[in-house]
């Protein structure tokens, strides 16, 4: 798990074309919180697309440049064309597959939950999106890194998992702190920027209710106490840190897939005798 680590921060030094996927996601999904707040949510919804689109092919670039371990954009271009549709097609099908899911079991938990569905349905669609991803998140790397077909790369993923699931199990928590630590400072870093604008509310007392059934009035009142700079500067923390947190989460999981890997191929290493039989040393 440690050596997977530190090898992910050498892969970040060594190929920087690997934070370009994080500063793609970043720029999309901050340009959209600001369009979304700004009430343009037509132009939002077009650029959020856009972002996820073209996010497949950094994400194979990426993910192939450093299974070459090789920094050149030209390496990093020909990961990208190659392995475009090996990275897009299977989130396609896991997303189909996880409506289907959904739909499967929305019908009887409304049924059985009665008043309360609209929560019940909320925690399904919470739970089949985090059992989804737990078992398939190394699809891409298998896919890119192995050249794997739709299927073979969800069930290779599947695979790792459940064949080594402990060290799994400590990748994805070192991933949740991450994921955790960084927002920590991204909270810091937004309050210094929004002080002055929260803080009046904060010392009054008073409080921002939500309402679901009025949500875009909610949000119209939230912008307007933030003003332009304001919405420019979430946007930018927002941007900034999944421009950190993706580079790392894509390098670390490039890391731990090729060390798994390698290990796999050690515990097989062995020889066939003149008679066919397997010996392993």
Do not use: C
């Not at 050596?3 to 999904?29: C, D, H, K, Y």
């Not at 369009?35 to 697309?49: P, R, V, Y």
């Amino acid at each position: 798990m440690f050596g997977s680590l530190q090898e992910a921060f050498n892969l970040l030094t060594r190929i920087p074309l690997v934070w370009t996927t994080g500063i793609i996601m970043g720029a999309a999904l901050g340009l959209d919180f600001m369009l979304e707040l700004s009430g343009e949510m037509f132009f939002a919804g077009k650029i959020l697309l856009f972002g996820l689109l073209v996010l497949p092919f950094f994400v194979a670039g990426s993910l192939g440049a450093m299974h070459r371990q090789d920094g050149s954009l030209a390496a990093f271009l020909e990961e990208g064309k190659k392995g475009y549709f090996r990275v897009l097609l299977p989130a396609i099908v896991l997303i189909f597959a996880a409506a289907v899911t959904l739909i499967l079991l929305a019908i009887p938990v409304a049924v059985l939950t009665g008043s309360g569905a609209v929560g019940a349905v909320g925690s399904a669609v919470l739970g089949v999106a985090l059992s989804f991803a737990f078992f398939a998140y190394f699809y891409d790397a298998a896919a890119v890194t192995e050249e794997l077909g739709v299927f073979a790369s969800l069930q290779r993923s599947a695979a790792l998992v459940l064949t080594d699931l402990w060290n799994v199990l400590l990748f994805y928590a070192a991933n949740i702190a991450a994921f955790i630590g960084l927002g920590f400072a991204a909270l810091i870093l937004l309050t210094a920027f929004l002080y002055d604008k929260l803080a009046p509310i904060v010392e009054s007392g008073e409080t921002l209710a939500f309402d679901a059934a009025n949500a875009t009035a909610a949000q119209a009142e939230f912008a307007a106490i933030l003003g332009p700079d304001g919405i420019w500067a979430i946007a930018l923390v927002y941007a900034l840190f999944v421009a950190v947190f993706v580079p790392f989460a894509l390098a670390f999981k490039a890391a731990f897939y090729a060390r798994h890997i390698r290990e796999a191929e050690e515990e097989v290493v062995g020889e066939y005798d003149e008679k066919g039989r397997w010996y392993r040393y």
